[in-house]
């Protein structure tokens, strides 16, 4: 080979060695860049409490309610480790249940039972254990059922849910007392300040819910709440006998609630990548008023840091698919209702009279409040 052409292919290799190189330095500094920024943005976390307050068959719907939201956040991509159920777990063993180890939270839905983690059953469905895991409370849960809380950090999400029963300043709880409005929001408000969450997205679904968060601290934190009621009204069931749609005629009780059917379905048929927290209030409060004539249907409410509203739904529950088959519709269309206060409250209510009026003490009802209360004492005693 020519003295020229020997000059030739050792330049092109010098060439060729440094830009490969310098190719490499650069995807190198760009890849440790990347490293570096998501590192600096510290991608958040998903978590999820969810808590059915209630036991009992007749009311099968607040367990399937929780049931229908684990597999909405379990599609949208949260993992196991990172929720956290609690609930009796009482109906898909009963005896009254017509299909044995199913739920089910629509007529024509498919089973929500299954895969549900039993975190929390029973007696340790108490409101001291909502409040510890919520608050993260490792040591305070050791050797109480699976252990698991709310670990989130400063930069991480938390859909915080709950169904059952209520009254003014309360959410009822299957075993023990009451779970307390100030109690509830204190550890809330605890666990922002010491930053246990970057933000907390709470759904309420019980009577007079919107008594729980009003005049609450939750100014300066990022935390946003929805009601299905407002503070003086009953929320209400669906899919309950005699109505349309019915549940199967096997069943004698309601299937779900009306907000949070409303909500989950909405879930399950959204684009959650797209549609915000407030699109998906309108959408909710709209169908839970009946649309909009608020007969048989309640005051779906907001609260907290609305500037989270603008946020997609999924950046709280996942932006994975919905549950296909758990519920049907969308949160736009009518829906036959009763309230809960006519569903099953009568038994329970009148059973823990006494109780409500000593709470009604402690959380310092207004008088006005409390004929609101005494009158649905008197109304409940003439249900048939």
């Not at 059953?121 to 409101?127: C, P, Q």
């Not at 935390?223 to 069943?251: D, K, L, V």
Request: charged share 20%.
């Amino acid at each position: 080979m020519a003295p020229s052409a020997v000059l030739l292919v050792a330049s092109m290799t010098l060439l060729a060695a440094t830009f490969g190189s310098a190719h490499r330095l650069s995807l190198n500094l760009q890849l440790g860049g990347e490293e570096a920024s998501r590192a600096e943005k510290k991608v958040p976390r998903q978590w999820a409490l969810l808590v059915a307050g209630s036991g009992g068959w007749g009311n099968y719907r607040h367990q399937a309610d929780v049931c229908h939201a684990y597999q909405v956040l379990r599609r949208g991509g949260l993992k196991d480790e990172h929720i956290v159920v609690m609930m009796a777990d009482d109906i898909a063993g009963s005896p009254m249940n017509p299909h044995p180890g199913q739920i089910f939270n629509h007529p024509d839905g498919k089973d929500v039972y299954s895969g549900v983690p039993k975190d929390y059953t029973g007696t340790d469905v108490n409101a001291a254990n909502v409040l510890k895991v919520l608050a993260g409370d490792a040591e305070g849960m050791l050797g109480v059922g699976s252990g698991k809380v709310i670990a989130s950090g400063p930069h991480d999400t938390v859909f915080f849910y709950f169904a059952d029963h209520g009254a003014p300043g309360i959410l009822g709880m299957p075993f023990g007392p009451f779970l307390y409005a100030n109690d509830l929001v204190d550890t809330l408000t605890n666990k922002s300040d010491s930053g246990g969450f970057g933000e907390l997205v709470a759904y309420i679904e019980a009577c007079e819910s919107g008594s729980i968060f009003q005049g609450m601290r939750l100014k300066g934190r990022s935390i946003y709440a929805t009601t299905a009621a407002n503070a003086r009204e009953s929320s209400w069931g669906t899919y309950c006998p005699g109505m349309a749609p019915s549940p199967p005629p096997e069943f004698s009780t309601c299937l779900g609630d009306l907000y949070s059917v409303a909500f989950l379905e909405d879930d399950d048929a959204a684009d959650r990548r797209k549609e915000t927290l407030q699109e998906q209030f309108e959408r909710v409060r709209y169908r839970t008023s009946n649309n909009g004539t608020f007969s048989q249907g309640s005051h779906v409410l907001q609260f907290g840091d609305l500037h989270m509203a603008a946020e997609p739904v999924g950046r709280y529950i996942g932006f994975g698919s919905g549950v296909s088959g758990a519920g049907h519709g969308s949160s736009s269309g009518g829906i036959n209702s009763v309230p809960q206060s006519l569903s099953d409250w009568r038994d329970w209510y009148l059973s823990r009279r006494t109780e409500l009026l000593e709470i009604g003490a402690e959380v310092t009802l207004t008088r006005e409040s409390e004929e609101h209360v005494e009158q649905r004492d008197a109304e409940l005693l003439y249900m048939t």
